[in-house]
């Protein structure tokens, strides 16, 4: 089986109740589109657990991205300032803790797993091309209007409105915009538009937001 899932934002519990629902086998694999990162109490420890996962793959979401160019000064010396505050509105504090308590030899692999972390994926289940972004498809850069100049940005930051023309023949699946930007529903739901498919339920803010796990096979919703 194939599962998506998104924007974690450090909710082990809810990512081990997602975990034990869909008792994901070692055959199957799950896509996590992003945003395991930041603002819940343990993120780096779930970055951890996903790292020594062979069934699971990531996708670099804003908030690792943010890590990336902040953490590991990925970004221009005369922007370090910019970024570091960026991220602080962005719930950085509990993502920084977690590296800091890390050994230097961890601190380079979540380093070298992080930045080799794909944009986007595009993936086939049962015959259905799906592709697999945090934000933005990355080949709508320079198409799409958009105030972000920089392509990783444009994919990791920009938002996906219900407007939104996506690539023909497949299906876009997304996370980082909470589905309750497309459709009223308490609880949140995950959110099906033309051609697109939102999972982040807003389970990084907490209140009254899940975190989703859509299989991708039988299209059965899972939520925590
Ligand atoms: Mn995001």
Known sequence: MVYV??????????FDNLLMQIDLKESDTLYILGDIVDRGPRPIEILKRVMQM??????LGNHEHMM????????????????????????CEVTIDGLNRQTMADKKRIYEYVKNLPLNLEIEVEGKRYLLVHGFPEE?????????????????????????VMPEGKTVIFGHTSTDNYQECTPPKIWYGNNMIGIDCGGGYGGSGRISCLCLNTMQEFYA
């Open 54 to 59: 062979d069934n699971v793959k990531m996708l």
């Open 68 to 91: 990336l160019q902040s953490y590991f000064l990925q970004c221009k010396p005369e922007e370090k300032t910019l970024c570091a505050e960026r991220w602080k509105r962005n719930g």
């Open 140 to 164: 709508l850069f320079g198409v799409r209007e958009s105030r972000f100049t920089d392509k990783t940005f444009f994919t990791v930051w920009e938002r996906i409105t219900k407007d939104d």
């Open 5 to 14: 899932m998104s924007d974690i934002h450090g909710n082990e519990e809810k």
